[in-house]
């Protein structure tokens, strides 16, 4: 029996560091990841390109992987049962391809992009020196905690609240019938668009 509570109390922290986690995550995806330090820039004379978009490297994919893990648990929200639990999944998979990407490109393949960089300053693909800004580190520990939050998602989704179906669109049954039977004229508002939107005629009894 305290499985139950004790699921229910880690819906909201889980679901909020989720949707933290993701949104920082991509804003920290569409900025400047790596870039050629200001003094060697200073150094071979290019120091124009200090501030300039040749003088960076961003990780897009990683900011939009971002956006879909942030999707998800919006949708987790107002889900239940089994699509509640492929939500979380697609969440989980969505941070851990996050975490990839950052890895990757921030760390195991550093000097492709020092090489990268030295070829848009006309250095001729020669290697420069580079350094990792602080929204690389955001990136990696927010895509950390959102793989983090997705986990726990996927383990505890099974115990936590549900919307109620109370708040579902109408499905039609004894009370669309008995709407069926009445006259138009005697049907309040809400039965007719409850007929409109069953693709029913209102006015055909």
Do not use: K
Not at 111 to 116: G, L, P, V, W
């Amino acid at each position: 029996m305290a499985e139950a509570p004790r699921g229910r109390r880690t819906f909201g922290p889980v679901v909020l560091l989720g949707l933290a986690a993701s949104g920082f995550a991509a804003v920290a995806g569409h900025r400047a990841m790596l870039r050629i330090p200001e003094d060697h820039l200073q150094a071979i004379g290019a120091s124009a390109y200090a501030g300039d978009e040749f003088n960076r490297v961003e990780f897009p994919l990683a900011g939009a992987l971002a956006l879909v893990a942030l999707a998800c648990w919006g949708v987790l929200l107002v889900t239940r049962g089994v699509v509640r639990r492929v939500v979380a999944g697609l969440a989980t998979l969505a941070a851990t391809g996050m975490l990839v990407v950052i890895v990757l490109g921030g760390f195991v393949q550093h000097d492709d992009a020092a090489a990268d960089l030295g070829s848009r300053l006309g250095l001729g693909g020669a290697t420069v020196p580079i350094e990792r800004t602080g929204w690389l580190w955001v990136a990696l520990v927010t895509s950390v905690l959102a793989l983090a939050a997705g986990a726990a998602a996927l383990r505890l989704v099974g115990s936590w609240p549900e919307m109620g179906t109370r708040y579902d669109a109408p499905t039609g049954g004894a009370t669309a019938a008995a709407a069926s039977e009445t006259e138009p004229e005697e049907q309040s508002n809400l039965d007719l668009w409850r007929s409109l939107d069953e693709g029913t005629d209102p006015t055909e009894r």
